[in-house]
């Protein structure tokens, strides 16, 4: 009686904010940060706020040069970023102080943040030509980068980008066709603090201008309470369906990480609300844990704002507004969303499983009285497609924020909390900024050493030329390259090393584009290294490799719509007609539904060996944009469905045992 109290005790449990914050920390290096009290404290403070001050100043403006705005948002990056994250993991923990030495780097941030706008005027008209303090305090600048880099964002891309500057340095000695002249140490320098191809190339330009004040946006969000919010409705317009927690889960992540851009900060947010609730329903934790990296991660391809990396494919493509981006995005997201939501269906119809009791739902007309907290959300999008800018559009959006929080008292943003959101504002987009810098340094390297043509060409020979052979290469890279990156730097990196192979195949730069960034993101529910899925295992109590596992299944879809919309471009609206966008959504989401079947291995009844692999054999056809592979896909899904109806099984205590 005991143990079962206990068990109840332990589903029930919600993670209180001291552990929401530790497990961020442990998945999480933007979270990792040091916990000032007395004056350090107010230093710290003064200068998050005063960032973002800079940065509205700057964006009403738009009176600031654009190197001289750029070296001072790194300036302001760095200088905090050195005050805040301590150089190993663990002394953020034990210690409160600031060491001598992060005081020093801090020190030289500043410089380095000051150097050009003091120096603007010699450095314009000397352009090609650099002095001995220019070079040192460029070389201290790669330095502190990349050294910001590894405490704010992580190793991964700090080692990427050390291994590009050596590439740049060392290209007499490099093999084969990777061989090109060499950057010596001065032009190097040159090429990556000077001039506006490295650190303060188009990366560090949409940080500072689209980027930092979306993020600023987001932080107003949750200070008008929004987050809990979208759990609010998610729960009063899906907690009755089947298997209701997990489709909360889906609904509720999906509004939350359009705007975090942060999966592992979606999934301990919303995961200590939701996953609780899934365990309670009978959902095997580390399922509970999948659902919830699945669909955290999955709510940065989810427009309006995409986890604000959109951002920085209107810069990278080039000749495409955000709002085409945005909306190109909407029916591939829809499907992504589908098959999550297709998947956990049949899971809870397996399981027997039903929906949240009435209790534990609040009434429909109470929640829409609050429906109001959405309305920057949509004035973001009405914005957007009325042909106001991107940063007008973004300042607009904070003040609706505002205004409408000041609706009622329990929503109501008022001078502390305005303050208290500059502050949070600017603390989220430390990390973004010295991630952008750093991936800088390798669109750098690219552009002086030719290497992204090289490396399209390569992959493009190594393929034979064969586009399934190309889109299969390049989904392998970008998924290696986006392990353990932030959603902006892995964008960075796969727009420029693998989406131009594809293009080189004649895919339309936004397909191209949209693909990479897919499986971008998709690294963070890939095991091995699945950071999404780890930090929602720590929440579910879970295994994380299975977690992982189980993650990588929910979203499969990730893995087959970048596909689909490369070899069918009318799914990103391009070049189609409202029928043939109907026929194609219609046949990927029958698609989407007989590959869950084949995933669960349950659809109206228990699904068995030879009929789940025609039914993942149904799904494939259906997906792949063709006349006749949708025909033969048709015929086999309705010869199934048939079949699940007329078959029934004699026994019914195998149902239950069907397993997975």
Not at 231 to 253: E, M, Q
């Amino acid at each position: 009686m005991d143990k079962n109290k206990e068990q109840k005790t332990e589903q029930n449990k919600q993670l209180t904010e001291e552990e929401q914050k530790e497990l961020l920390a442990k998945y999480d290096p933007e979270a990792r940060t040091r916990q000032y009290k007395g004056i350090m404290n107010w230093v710290v403070f003064i200068g998050l706020v005063a960032f973002s001050v800079f940065q509205i100043y700057a964006a009403i403006t738009q009176s600031i040069p654009r190197q001289t705005l750029l070296s001072i948002h790194l300036g302001f990056a760095l200088t905090l970023v050195f005050l805040l994250f301590p150089a190993i993991k663990k002394a953020g923990k034990k210690k409160n102080n600031l060491p001598w030495y992060d005081a020093v780097l801090a020190l030289l941030s500043v410089w380095v943040g000051s150097y050009y706008p003091l120096n603007e005027d010699r450095i314009v008209n000397t352009i090609g030509s650099i002095t001995p303090m220019d070079f040192w305090t460029g070389l201290i600048a790669i330095l502190l980068v990349l050294e910001a880099t590894r405490r704010a964002v992580g190793l991964p891309i700090t080692i990427i980008a050390s291994l590009f500057l050596a590439y740049a340095y060392f290209g007499r000695s490099m093999p084969g066709f990777l061989r090109h002249r060499g950057l010596d140490l001065e032009n190097l320098v040159n090429t990556m603090f000077i001039s506006s191809e490295g650190i303060f190339g188009t990366p560090l330009y949409v940080s500072a201008t689209f980027i930092f004040l979306f993020l600023l946006f987001g932080a107003f969000l949750v200070k008008t309470g929004i987050g809990q919010y979208f759990n609010d409705l998610a729960v009063a317009f899906a907690g009755k369906r089947i298997g209701g927690p997990a489709k909360v889960a889906i609904f509720s992540s999906a509004l939350q990480g359009t705007i975090s851009g942060s999966s592992v900060a979606n999934v301990v947010t919303s995961g200590s609300f939701t996953i609780p609730m899934m365990k309670r329903l009978g959902y095997r934790k580390e399922f509970a844990g999948g659902v919830e990296a699945a669909a955290s991660t999955g709510g940065q391809l989810m427009p309006p704002i995409m986890g604000a990396a959109a951002f920085l494919m209107v810069e990278f493509i080039g000749g495409v507004t955000y709002w085409e981006i945005a909306k190109a995005a909407t029916i591939p997201a829809l499907l992504y969303f589908s098959g999550i939501w297709i998947i956990t269906h049949f899971e809870a119809k397996r399981l027997g499983l039903t929906g949240l009791p009435d209790k534990d739902i609040p009434k429909k007309s109470v929640v829409l009285k609050k429906i109001y907290l959405l309305t920057p959300i949509f004035a973001v999008v009405f914005l957007l497609l009325d042909g106001n800018s991107i940063i007008r559009a973004a300042l607009y959006s904070i003040l609706i924020t505002i205004l409408v929080s000041l609706i009622r008292k329990d929503t109501r943003i008022n001078i502390r909390k305005f303050i208290e959101g500059l502050a949070d504002g600017a603390r989220t987009a430390l990390s973004v900024a010295v991630a952008t810098a750093c991936a800088g340094l390798i669109v750098g390297v690219v552009t002086r050493t030719g290497l992204g043509l090289k490396l399209a060409n390569g992959l493009v020979d190594l393929s034979g030329g064969i586009l399934l052979l190309t889109l299969f290469f390049t989904m392998i890279a970008a998924i290696i390259l986006g392990m353990g990156s932030p959603t902006t730097a892995n964008y960075v990196i796969t727009a420029t090393i693998a989406a131009p192979a594809l293009i080189l195949l004649d895919v339309p730069p936004l397909a191209a584009h949209l693909f990479v960034f897919y499986f971008g993101i998709v690294a963070d529910i890939t095991p091995p290294v699945a950071l999404a899925a780890f930090a929602a295992a720590g929440v579910s109590g879970g295994e994380p490799i299975r977690t992982g596992v189980n993650a990588a299944k929910l979203a499969i879809g990730a893995f087959i719509i970048p596909y689909m919309f490369v070899l069918s471009p009318q799914l990103l609206l391009i070049d189609t007609n409202p029928m043939e966008i109907t026929i194609s959504v219609i046949t990927a989401l029958a698609g989407m539904t007989a590959i869950g079947a084949a995933v669960i291995g349950y659809w109206y009844r228990p699904v068995h060996s030879i009929e789940r692999i025609l039914a993942a054999a149904a799904g494939l056809m259906l997906v792949y944009p063709e006349g006749l592979s949708d025909i033969l896909g048709a015929v086999l899904f309705v010869a199934l469905l048939v079949l699940q109806f007329i078959w029934k099984r004699n026994d019914p205590k195998k149902v239950q045992t069907v397993q997975a």
